[in-house]
């Protein structure tokens, strides 16, 4: 018999599934390690959002002191699962809705909003929308 430098390889036994145990824990801990330090990005809603009559839609509407004055501008800088916080006061606007948001009065019974020509809000089918 003729001795062959690749007999020892194929004497050896590869156990796949050590090898597939250690690379998903060797990836888990990769992400868990990347975690720590903050280098997973991770989707996070970026409100609350506020709204006032006296408010501006050109500020950043991150606070009640730099609120939006319309929902429909805190509406669009709003990321699904985001809350806009509302202000007592009448918004002379009809609203289209199209992401998941939570709509928040602070004063149910002093906040109105009266469409312009139309229904007060359109819903699209796929939006969940939470009014409180």
């Known amino acids: 018999m003729r001795a062959s430098i690749l007999s020892p390889i194929r004497d050896v036994k590869v156990d796949r599934m050590f090898f597939k145990r250690l690379l998903t824990v060797l990836s888990l801990t990769l992400i868990k390690g990347l975690s ?12 609350p959002w506020y709204v006032s009559p006296f408010g501006d839609d050109g500020d950043d509407c991150l606070s009640a002191g730099t609120a939006c004055q319309t929902i429909m501008a805190a509406i669009d800088k709003a990321t699904p699962g985001d809350t806009i916080v509302i202000a007592a006061g009448t918004y002379p606007e009809s609203l289209v809705i199209t992401k998941d948001l939570t709509l928040q009065g602070t004063a149910a019974d002093q906040t109105i909003v009266k469409a312009l020509g139309g229904s007060v809000a359109s819903i699209t089918t796929t939006a969940r929308v939470t009014i409180n």
């Open 36 to 47: 720590v330090f903050g280098l997973v990005l991770v989707a996070q809603a970026a409100g």
